[in-house]
Every structure is written in C-alpha cells, then in structure tokens.
C-alpha cells in the first residue's frame, strides 16, 4: 500500500531564513510519480513540481528546490531565503502507475514565514 | 491563476436541501476528480471521472451525487447532507485517464457548511 508520511506538522521560521519539509514515502511500485502542492488560506491546491521515479536528478526552481532520495524514498522540499507570502500549508503526494490517477497525500506540513 | 474554476465559493445549505456544486475546465483535460478536505486533514479522493464516465467511487455515500455532462463540466449534486460534510470540496482535472503520469490541476475549492 502507498504511503506518504510529512512528520513535520508545523515549522515557524523567521524570513529570509532556509527551511526544508520533509516528505517520506512507501510503495511497492517501481514506477510511480512525487507530487508537491501549496495550499495558502484561500484554499486552492498550487501545483508546485511532478517527478517520477526513475529520474533523481534535483530539481531548481528559484527559491525552490526539490531532493528526490530513492535510496531513502524521500522527496525533501527546501525554500531558499523564505519569504512571507511562502506561508501556506505544503503537501506531498504519490502517485502509482498503474490504474487510475489517484494521488496519495501526505498529512501536510503548515509552513509561516514570521516577519 | 487556476484554469479548473469552481462555483460557488461558499455555500452553507440546510439538511434538507438540494445543491450543487459545479466545476469546469477548459484545458482539454479528460479525467476530471472531486476530492473533499476537511480542516487540517489531507485531500480525500471521492470521484474520478474518464472520459465522462464514473471509473471510481471510493465508498461515498449516496447523498453525495456526481455527474459530468461533457469533458468540460462537472457537477457534484448534494441532497440531505449532514454537518459532519461540512468541508472544502476540491475538483480537479488532468490530462489522460489511461496514465498516472499527469499532473492534477486543482480548483480554488468549494467551502460547504451545512447546517
């Protein structure tokens, strides 16, 4: 069965500081799909980044950037110099590759960014 | 801003009543979802919908009725709803059904109260 587990309930960091959300996952899937998600206040879910299984190349994209571990089935997410509009609540998914797209989310991680 | 667009925003109804909510993209998407999110609670998968057919329905009970008129649109009917629905309803769409290699796009979300 999949699983994805974000241990970090809640991180508070002053701005301009790094931080970095975890995300741990389980399947028994060889190919499967890493998903990242932003939901600020007003509710909408915010595709962040895809990655798939067979490509552990690390991702940048500005501020952000992705970690994909195989190795530790991790997919850890850090944003560089924080800024306060990246308070939001921050999800990782899984997705397995056969059948129906159905993602499994992670509890989700409430990031603020303190002035 | 999001191309999956969801009316109305809020909606608070009474157990009585009959409502619906309503969910259209015009990406060309032919998988298009319902996910419900309670607070503080991860999405929850209800529907999927391929190529305008129900392929999945994870358990929901029949008071919650989902219908999709064309590739484009997508109705969640609501009838005698208890307070324990009360949630943030989320519709989603991505590209192919046939693979899970899609990125889910989701709406701004409908916020449900009954009371």
């Known amino acids: 069965a999949q699983k994805v587990t974000q241990a970090q309930t809640e991180i508070s960091v002053v701005e301009k500081e790094d931080v970095t959300l975890d995300c741990v996952y389980e399947?028994?899937?060889?190919?499967?799909?890493l998903f990242w998600y932003k939901q600020p206040p007003s509710g909408e879910l915010v595709f962040l980044i895809r990655?798939?299984?067979?490509?552990?190349q690390n991702e940048i994209s500005g501020r952000y950037s992705w970690n994909f571990q195989k190795s530790t089935s991790s997919f850890n997410f850090t944003i560089t110099a924080s800024q306060v509009v990246d308070s939001a609540v921050y999800f990782c998914?899984?997705?397995?590759?056969?059948?129906?797209?159905?993602?499994?989310f992670g509890q989700g991680t409430r990031l603020t960014i303190n002035p | 801003d999001t191309e999956v667009t969801q009316t109305p925003k809020h909606l608070v109804m009474g157990m009585t009543n009959k409502k619906s909510l309503k969910c259209e993209q015009h990406?060309?998407?032919?998988?298009m979802y319902w996910y419900k999110q309670k607070a503080k609670k991860p999405p929850e998968l209800m529907f999927v919908?391929?190529?305008?057919?129900?392929?999945i329905n994870e358990s929901v009970p029949s008071r919650f009725s989902p219908e999709c008129p064309n590739s484009s649109l997508l109705n969640l009917h609501l009838h005698a709803l208890q307070p324990e629905d009360s949630a943030l309803y989320l519709c989603?769409?991505?590209?192919?059904?046939?693979?899970?290699?899609?990125?889910?796009?989701f709406g701004e979300g409908s916020w449900l109260t009954v009371v």
């Open positions: 989603a769409s991505s590209q192919d059904p046939r693979t899970a290699r899609n990125t889910i796009y």
């Open positions: 399947t028994r899937d060889t190919t499967y799909y």
């Open positions: 990655r798939n299984s067979f490509d552990e």
């Open positions: 998914a899984l997705s397995e590759a056969m059948g129906a797209q159905k993602l499994v």
């Open positions: 990406m060309g998407h032919r998988a």
């Open positions: 919908y391929s190529y305008e057919k129900l392929s």
